[in-house]
C-alpha cells in the first residue's frame, strides 16, 4: 500500500510505547488545546521579558536631551571697567554615551551705550573663522576672508551674509549667564544648529 | 454507507495530486511539523517527571546569557580604559541597564547550581551507563566550557573584586610545569594583566567559548534523543515502558513550569538586589584582598593549603585525578547497576567531594570573618564597593578634549600660549584640542619635532609646503608669539 507523504512524514507506529493508543491522544482536542494555551502563555512571558530588553536598547532615545546649559561667564562687576569687546572662553560640555566631551569656545562680550551687557560667538557667519577684536580698528575683524563687523556685531564690510551671531545672556546672582549654540553659516538670518 | 467512504478515500489516495497542491510552501509547513512531532513526541519510560526538569533548565539558562550578554555588547566597550566606565553606564545610566547585567550575572551562578544539580542527578541515577558514555562525555566538555564561561566573564567589568581575582585566576597557570609561564603569557597577552588581557577574555567570552558551547549543546541533545529517555533507576522494563509517556506534554508542562521558577527567581533577585560594581580596577592598589566568586571559593581555599615544594601534587595533580576519575566514570564504573544504594563506592566518592568542597567553601568563610587581619580589609572593600554605587555615574572625559582641558588648568604660560592660539584663529584649522582638523595637521608633539627657534622661523614664516595647505604667517607681538610657542613646546 502506498502512504501519503503525510502519513509516511508522521513518526511510525513502532516509534510510540507499546500500549499507546493515538486514537485515545491525537494532535487534536485536549491535546492542541494545551499546545495553544502553552503557545499563548510562552509568547506573553516572552513579551513581558522583553519589555527591559526593548527599554535598553531605546535609552539613548528615551533619556530626555540633556537642557540647554547656562555657563556662567563671570560676574557682572568684572566687566563694569569694559569698554570695547572682551573675549572669553566657555567650556561646553557634550554628551556621547558614556563620554564627555569638552570642548572650548570663544565668545565676545560685550557692552552698549546704556551699560547692557550682550554676548557674541566668535565664530564668522560666513565659513566658520574665529574673529578677531582688533582695539586699534576698534571693529572686529575675521582673519579669513577679511569680513569686519562693528563693536555692537553689525557687518561693516567684506563677504559675511549677516551681523556677528548674538548668543543668549542673562544676569543671575550677579552673574552674566551665557547660552551658547551653533548658528548655520551663509545664511542671510541666523539659523541655530541643534 | 462505509464501503462508499473506504472507496472514496482510496480515490483520494490513487488520484493524481494536482500540480500547485505540492507547493513548496507546504512542504516545508509539513517537514517542520514533523520535527516538532519528532522533538515533542519522544517517549520516556516510566513517564513525566520532575526529576528530568534540568537538562532543559540549563538550555533555557544558557538561552537567557546569550540573549542578556548579546544586548549587554550594545554599550559594552572591552578596553582596559572604558571597560569599567561602560558597565557604570549600563548599571546606574541605561533604562533596565542594571536589571538585564543582574540577570546576566546571576544567571552564571544559576548555571553552575543547575549543573550540579544535573550532574548529580545523572550521577545518582546512574544515567551514565550503558549506550550513554558518549553522552556523558559531550557533558563533562559543557560543564568544562561552562566554568570557563564564568571564569572569563568575571574579568569584563575590569572593577577590582574582577581584575585582582583574575590574577590571581590566571596565576595559578604557572605551577603547571614547563609550560605555564607560557600558558599564563598567552592567555594574559603578556606577562602582566593589562588591556590585552580583556580583549582575549572578550573573544573567548563572546566568540570561542559560546561557539564551542553550541556545537557541545547539539552533540548532548543529539546523543541523548539518539540513547533516548534513561527512565526510573528502577522498575521491569515491561512495567515501565507500559507506563511510558510522551515528551510532550506533561514533561513540557514540568519543563516550562522550572524555567518559570528560574527566570522569576533571576528576576525577583536582580529587581531587589541587584549586582553591584566596585571601583575601577587600580593595580598599584597592594592592599585588595581578592576572593572569587562563590563557586570557586572552595578550590581557592584548596590552594591554600599547597605549599611550594608540594603545590604540584595539590594544585595539579590531584584535580587532574580528579577530573580524570569524573570524566572516565562510565568508563569505570560498567555495572548495569543502577540504583545508589547498590553502589556504595562510587556514591561515596562522590558524596566525599561534594561535602568536601562544601566544607572548604564554609572553612574558607569562617576564616575570612575570623582573621584579624583580612576580615576589616574585606569589609574596608565591600564599603568602597557601596561608596561607589552610591555615586552618580561620572562620564568619561573623551579623548580628544583631555589635551586642551588639563593644559589650560596646569601651565599658566601654556594658557596665556593657548589663549593667543584661540585669538588667532589657529583652532580653525588645527582644532579646538590641537589634535587637527581636515584642514590642517595636528599639533600634539610639534614640540618634541621643532625647538623653539624652529617654530618661531616657521610660525613667522611658514614653509612652501605650509603655505600650499592654507598656513598664513601668525602676526602678532613678540611677547603673545613667545608665549605661543612655550605652549606649543608643552605639546609634547
Redesign the interface.
Known sequence: M?L???EM???KAA??????DRRQDP?SGR?SF??FL?AA??AS?GAL?SV??L?????PL??GTIPSRWTEIGSVEDFASVTSPV?K?V?IEQ????????????LYVCKDADGKLSAFSSICPHL???V?WHDEKNNFVC??HNGQFSAEGKLLAGPPPRGMDLLESKIEDGKLMVHYQYFRQLLPNKEVIA | MEPESVTLEKER?EAPQPLGR?SGLNDRR??A??LL??AL?E?I?GGASLAYVFGSGLLFLFLSQV??GM?LV??YVPTAD?AH??I??ITK?????S??RSIHAYGSSAIIIVLLLHVSQTFLFGSYKGPRKLLWLAGCVLFALMLGMSFTGYLLPWDQKAYFATTVGTNILTYIPFVGDSLKSLLRGGTEMGTLTLSRFFVLHVFLIPAFIFTFVAIHVFLFRKAGAAGPIQGEPEAL??S???F??KQ??FD?VFA?LV?AGLGLLAHYAPVDLGPKANPADTQYVPRPEWYYVPVFQWLKYWESGLAVIGILVIPSFIAILFVALPFLDRSPERRPWKRPVAVTIYAFIFIGLGALGAISHRNDLRDPTIAPQLAKQRAAVEAFMKKP?Q????G??LV??TL?LTDPIAAKGK?VY????C??CHG??LNGTSAAPSLVGVGDKYDPVMLESVLKQPTQEMTDGGM?PVEVKDEDLKVLILFLEVLK
Open positions: 502506498k501519503l507523504p503525510e512524514l508522521t513518526r516509534d510510540f510505547p507499546p500500549g499507546y494532535s491535546r494545551l499546545g502553552l502563555g510562552g512571558v521579558l527591559p530588553l527599554r535598553f536598547v531605546i535609552h528615551i533619556r573675549q572662553v567650556k554628551r556621547d554615551g558614556w563620554r564627555k566631551l569638552v570642548t572650548e569656545k570663544a566658520g573663522c574665529s578677531a582673519p579669513c | 489516495r505540492r509539513r517537514q511539523d514533523s512531532r519528532a513526541d517517549p519510560p540573549i542578556t544586548f550594545l554599550y572604558h566606565t561602560t557604570a553606564y545610566e541605561v533604562t533596565s541597564g536589571f538585564i515502558e507500559k511510558s509517556e510522551l510532550y506534554p513540557v508542562l516550562i518559570l527566570i555615574f562620564p568619561e572625559l573623551a580628544p578634549s586642551a582641558a589650560a589663549k584661540d585669538q588667532e584663529g583652532a580653525e579646538e584640542d598664513m
